[in-house]
């Protein structure tokens, strides 16, 4: 299995799948990617992170119940995991622990 | 419901989706992307349809992919893991594998290289769309008496003839080359013009780049190859630029009207200038456009679609009657059609325009560079059927877990097949690397093609080798008896030794024969180059005079020419270094001396060669007489009226009697005497015995008293002299001097008369590198087999080594055993090579009139150089196994 290290896109989407809890799945993340970030997104990419991140074990995912919307078809909805949650504070910890080394200085003008 | 529910998503893509998709994953795929459609869809139906085939296009990636079979055939399993084992195999025995692929890769460069040179030769002019339906036309006529003429140029007025009398002829065109000057003032140059008719480009397959391309060659049009476009307007438009050709005493504005690509190597059309012949009289005499016995162009017919040759062959009998019939009898004048693909390789016909390559040398090519991969097919079979002993392990183990023999087979086979792909590319890369100087060396100009069809060749042959190659071995391995091979001892019965044996026999015949064949034809060429001819040829030089401008007539051109030749003899006398002075209508190294027939006074046919000359010819040359006088300079009866003749027209003509004082047994001939006769000297090539030749100063009474006349190499004299500077850039200076200032507006054309010899001869010379070549490397891989060959020996009689030292063996006798081993099937190798070098060999020297014989000499030669190169590849194993330490060998187990 692939290492577990957390690109950015994958950072990105998995960001999106916590917030949108319960209601995560292919579409309404990708739309959600457009109007927070403005990335367009092609739905095909969506899908293929979403696999490498159950397969690293950051999410889990389960199908819904059908609707008479998408012709009938169920949803896979997607839940982030404990562990996901963790990689996601440790991003984010490791930031902001870099972020503060920022030294105070003034920047643009000189 | 609104009716834009009723636009579903298109349904080509959603197959395709459903064909692709894994049955996991297509659910919500399909799910999405049907969201996705159904809310674009209301915005636009047209967009929304792209978009989605967009993504499910994009949708298809390899994890979203199914598994094309599920099957788990044993086949494809097994294939896999055999060449993973055989990658490992290979890896582990690294010389044994180096030697292998190193001959098979050797074998395989010599082969690609000359098959594509053979390729090139077989495939002349078989690239046109029509080209099975054209035909040149042939003409032969007969009168009795050996009065033979055979041509495959034709007369001016048979293609109106055959237009009017076959119908079905669907076009003809005739194709016919001449010198000109080309360009204007200071810088002429002397170009081979092509004249051929206007619908050229639409009889031949000859793409049209630039320019007009429907209708290329008009009246005043000419056609360029991209390569003299660039040399006569550099970088500039050429298309609709002017290039003034001197035609006769005219002077022509000709109007570049199309470019077309270089001539491919592998079509006898090369010509670099193409221009219409519609104007005929350019080009033609009034006289020889109605002349059914004056022979110019060759002429192309394209006959329609199903229709036989013999069909339209049997119409000509009747057609030639109804033209002819006043002037011959029937059946004189036989007049027939030969494929276009057939010129090239067939010497029955005889040459015009279009070269002829001698088949012959294309079929000793071939088998040379067959024969070359043979023998590095045999390495890796002997080789590795020696390597058997050590795979037998292998094999029992295999066979004891339950592996079928066929399996067995499968997996050496795969062995053989890695290791020829692997050589195969290796081979490939060498023959790439090595182009240019075969190219050099054999003064070919082949390429290397890269394209689907050429990698689906080297597949196949990959394929081939591989299994010829490995099936004995295999056959060998996976027959062992299984209870041998665990009880251990001897494995492979007494068969696999003998075919074995047979092999490396063989093996070594191959390279003895290519030794002492190219051997025989190097001395055979040495012969052929430095034979006495019976004239001086070292550093004479000679220089094309042109003919003055307006002069009418092929005797008028020729005697203006000789005015031209006393020009530049009395300037070049001046020079100290230049000595021998002398002018003539024919110089040694072009084949076709003028040739004339008569009839003598007793009505036979009579033919004869004939050079006009100045008086300085003979004395120039260094030519002996033996009988009579030569010419003298001084005396002006000799000008006119005096002729001198060979040793073998004295004979032709008197027999035994003198012939000194007395006349051509001719009644027509004009007022001559013969005044002495020169020994013979080859005035033509060494493929054909000396012919009768006249000399003359003067045309007048010879041609007066002839039937007819054939000119086959440029009569316009040429000055002859013996150059006796240093340099040869000397020559060239001095030349270029007097030239200059005596003739500023024609082409300086001067060379040795020895640098014209060695042309004559260039065929052979050709196929002799190219032999040499194939047989420097037939020695190399049959010492690589050797060499693998004697590590193994080595290897399996190191016990024996040690024992025979423990006992008191030298180094010596050591060596002795491991030379032993080869010697006697070298000796038989070498034993069977003679007869068949000797037969071989012969058969090639017959060609030629003039030959050496197959001495012992270079059989003795050849045995000791192949005796003296076993021992260089097996002396350091030899030696190198006599002084191992007996103990570590015998230590072992």
């Known amino acids: 299995m692939k290492g577990t290290y957390l690109g950015e896109f994958e950072e990105l989407v998995l960001l999106t799948v916590g917030a949108l809890y319960p209601e995560a799945y292919g579409v309404a993340i990708m739309d959600d990617i457009k109007s927070e970030t403005g990335r367009s997104v092609n739905i095909s990419a969506i899908h293929s992170a979403m696999r490498r991140l159950e397969d690293k074990g950051f999410v889990k995912s389960f199908m819904g119940g059908a609707t008479n919307e998408r012709g009938g078809r169920r949803k896979r909805y997607f839940e982030l995991t404990s562990y996901g949650k963790k990689a996601l504070d440790d991003a984010q910890s490791m930031r902001a622990k870099l972020y503060n080394r920022i030294p105070d200085i003034s920047f643009g003008q000189s | 419901m609104s009716i834009n529910r009723k636009i579903s998503p298109p349904r080509l893509a959603r197959r395709f989706l459903q064909l692709y998709c894994k049955s996991e994953f297509l659910e919500e795929i399909e799910g999405d992307v049907f969201e996705l459609f159904e809310r674009r869809v209301e915005e636009s139906p047209a967009k929304a349809k792209l978009l989605f085939h967009w993504d499910v296009l994009r949708f298809f990636r390899l994890s979203n992919i199914k598994q094309i079979k599920k099957s788990n055939s044993n086949f494809i399993q097994m294939t896999r893991n055999n060449f993973k084992i055989a990658a490992r195999v290979l890896w582990k025995q690294k010389t044994n594998t180096v030697l292998n692929v190193g001959s098979i890769a050797i074998g395989m460069a010599c082969f690609i290289l000359i098959s594509l040179y053979v390729k090139q030769e077989v495939s002349f002019d078989k690239f046109h769309e029509n080209g099975d339906r054209i035909y040149r036309t042939w003409s032969e006529e007969d009168y009795g008496e050996g009065q033979r003429f055979f041509y495959t140029s034709s007369p001016l007025p048979l293609a109106p003839t055959l237009e009017e009398n076959i119908p079905e002829v669907e076009a003809i065109t005739l194709v016919d080359y001449g010198n000109y000057l080309v360009g204007e003032g200071e810088n002429r140059l002397n170009e081979r013009i092509a004249m051929v008719s206007n619908n050229f480009f639409d009889v031949f397959s000859f793409e049209l780049i630039k320019g007009n391309q429907a209708n290329a060659l008009g009246r005043n049009d000419i056609v360029l190859t991209e390569s003299y476009a660039l040399k006569y307007f550099g970088s500039d438009e050429p298309v609709g630029k002017t290039l003034t050709v001197q035609l006769g005493s005219e002077k022509v504005n000709y109007n570049v009207s199309a ?207 591989g299994i010829a190659t490995g099936i004995y071995p295999a056959f060998v391995l996976s027959n062992l008896k299984l209870i041998a091979i665990i009880r251990g001892g001897s494995s492979g019965g007494r068969g696999v030794g003998v075919l074995r044996k047979a092999l490396i026999v063989f093996q070594l015949l191959l390279t003895i024969f290519l030794i002492s064949g190219s051997l025989v034809m190097k001395q055979q060429l040495n012969f052929l180059q430095n034979s006495d001819v019976g004239y001086e040829k070292e550093a004479m030089v000679y220089l094309n005079m042109y003919p003055k401008d307006g002069s009418e007539g092929i005797f008028r051109q020729i005697d203006s020419g000789f005015e031209n030749a006393e020009i530049i003899k009395a300037k070049l006398s001046q020079y100290p270094e230049v000595t021998d002075l002398g002018a003539t209508m024919h110089i040694f190294g072009t084949p076709g001396w003028t040739t004339m027939g008569f009839r003598d006074l007793n009505d036979q046919f009579r033919q004869f060669h004939l050079v006009l000359t100045d008086p300085y010819f003979i004395s120039g040359f260094g030519i002996e007489m033996v009988a009579g006088r030569d010419f003298d300079p001084n005396l002006e009866i000799d000008k006119r009226e005096s002729i001198l003749i060979n040793e073998s027209a004295a004979e032709y003509f008197f027999g035994t009697e003198d012939p000194v004082g007395k006349k051509l047994p001719g009644e027509e001939f004009g007022k001559h005497t013969i005044i002495g006769v020169t020994k013979d000297f080859n005035f033509q090539s060494l493929h054909t015995q000396v012919e009768p030749l006249v000399i003359s100063q003067n045309s007048e009474p010879i041609t007066q008293g002839i039937s007819d006349l054939t000119f086959d190499s440029y009569p316009i004299p040429k000055v002859f002299f013996k150059y006796k500077g240093e340099s040869l850039l000397g020559v060239q200076a001095l030349l270029e001097n007097v030239w200059a200032e005596t003739f500023p507006n024609e082409e300086l054309v001067f060379d040795f008369v020895d640098e014209r010899l060695k042309l004559m001869y260039e065929d052979e010379a050709r196929v002799n590198k190219i032999a040499g070549i194939a047989t420097i490397i037939s020695v190399l891989i049959a010492s690589f087999g050797l060499l693998g060959l004697t590590i193994l020996v080595v290897n399996t009689k190191v016990k024996e080594i040690g024992i025979r030292k423990v006992l008191g063996a030298s180094p010596m006798t050591i060596m002795n055993i491991l030379v032993r081993q080869f010697g006697i099937q070298l000796l038989l190798a070498f034993v069977i090579s003679i007869p068949i070098t000797w037969y071989i060999m012969n058969q090639w020297l017959s060609d030629f009139a003039y030959r050496i014989d197959v001495g012992i000499v270079v059989f003795l030669i050849s045995g000791l150089l192949s005796f003296l190169l076993m021992l260089m590849v097996i002396a350091y194993h030899a030696i190198r196994a006599s002084r191992i330490n007996p103990v570590k060998a015998l230590r072992v187990e």
């Open chain 2, 259 to 465: 470019i077309i690509p270089d001539m491919p190597k592998n079509t006898g059309f090369q010509m670099n200038m193409i221009v219409s012949n519609e104007d005929m009289e350019r080009f033609y005499s009034a006289r020889a456009q109605q002349a059914w016995f004056n022979i110019g162009p060759e002429t192309f017919v394209l006959l329609k679609e199903n229709t036989a040759q013999d069909a339209v062959e049997s119409k000509f009998p009747a057609m030639i009657n109804s033209v002819l019939g006043d002037d011959i009898e029937e059946g004189q004048y036989v007049l027939g059609l030969q494929p276009l693909e057939d010129i090239h390789l067939n010497p029955d016909f005889p040459a015009s325009a279009y070269p002829v390559g001698n088949p012959n040398y294309v079929y000793v090519l071939a088998t040379i560079g067959l024969l070359v991969l043979i023998m590095a097919c045999i390495n890796y079979t002997t080789l590795s059927t020696g390597q058997s002993i050590r795979r037998a392990k292998e094999v029992g183990i295999r066979k004891v877990v339950g592996a079928q023999k066929g399996g067995l087979i499968w997996q050496y086979l795969s062995e053989s097949i890695l290791i020829t792909a692997c050589a195969t590319l290796v081979g490939i890369g060498l023959a790439y690397a090595l182009l240019p100087t075969f190219n050099h060396l054999a003064g070919t100009q082949i390429e290397i093609p890269v394209d689907a069809q050429s990698i689906a060749v080297y597949g196949l042959i990959v394929l081939f080798v």
